[in-house]
T-cell receptor
């Protein structure tokens, strides 16, 4: 079974500051990893995904994430945030064989202050 | 692609009533998923379909819940005899098997409030 831990439930930062949202997972098999963003009253939008290959993955809106197999982590980073990045961010894993069900973390609320 | 659509966006009902939600996936996506998201939590998997076949169901999907995808296109999720604990956002997602590295694209969700 998989579990996903997002270590911070809330992350407040000032505009133009860097940010890191942490995600750890537990799995005995290879996994695919995803970060989704959810704006208020909306569905989830894919930010980026790791399936294989390079461990540094670049996504939309200037976000990137690094897959670390030894630490079972997939932290999301952005060097300079905007107020428009304020949203809920979810880390998710798939067991990697058939791209089926996703297991989500509890989410991290990123709030960017001016 | 027009994206995944869900109807209704909001539903308020009284305890004990039945409700039905609809999901229209992205055209030609043969996989369709239902998730439930409660306040302060990430989405939790309920069930998924490959074409019209329901391949997996979560333990969260009690006997009061039933999902269908009769022609392999749109899907419905019905909750019978609703309870207050059913209040949540119900999310639908779709993906394609044609591309091995495809991902799930989510709809805007249906927010259910049971009074």
């Amino acid at each position: 079974a998989q579990s996903v831990t997002q270590l911070d439930s809330q992350v407040p930062v000032f505009e133009e500051a860097p940010v890191e949202l942490r995600c750890n997972y537990s799995s005995s098999v290879s996994v695919y990893l995803f970060w989704y963003v959810q704006y208020p009253n909306q569905g989830l939008q894919l930010l980026l995904k790791y399936l294989s290959g390079s461990t540094l993955v670049k996504g939309i809106n200037g976000f990137e994430a690094e897959f670390n197999k030894s630490q079972t982590s997939f932290h999301l980073r952005k060097p300079s945030v905007h107020i428009s990045d304020t949203a809920e961010y979810f880390c998710a894993v798939d067991r990697g064989s058939t791209l089926g069900r996703l297991y989500f973390g509890r989410g991290t609320q990123l709030t960017v202050w001016p | 692609d027009t994206g995944v659509s869900q109807d209704p966006r909001h539903k308020i009902t009284k305890r004990g009533q039945n409700v039905t939600f609809r999901c229209d996936p992205i055209s030609e996506h043969n996989r369709l998923y239902w998730y439930r998201q409660t306040l302060g939590q990430g989405p939790e998997f309920l069930t998924y379909f490959q074409n019209e076949a329901q391949l997996e169901k979560s333990r969260l999907l009690s006997d009061r819940f039933s999902a269908e995808r009769p022609k392999g296109s749109f899907s419905t999720l019905e909750i019978q005899r609703t309870e207050q604990g059913d209040s949540a956002m119900y999310l639908c997602a779709s993906s394609s098997l044609k591309r091995a590295t495809d991902t799930q694209y989510f709809g805007p969700g249906t927010r259910l409030t049971v009074l």
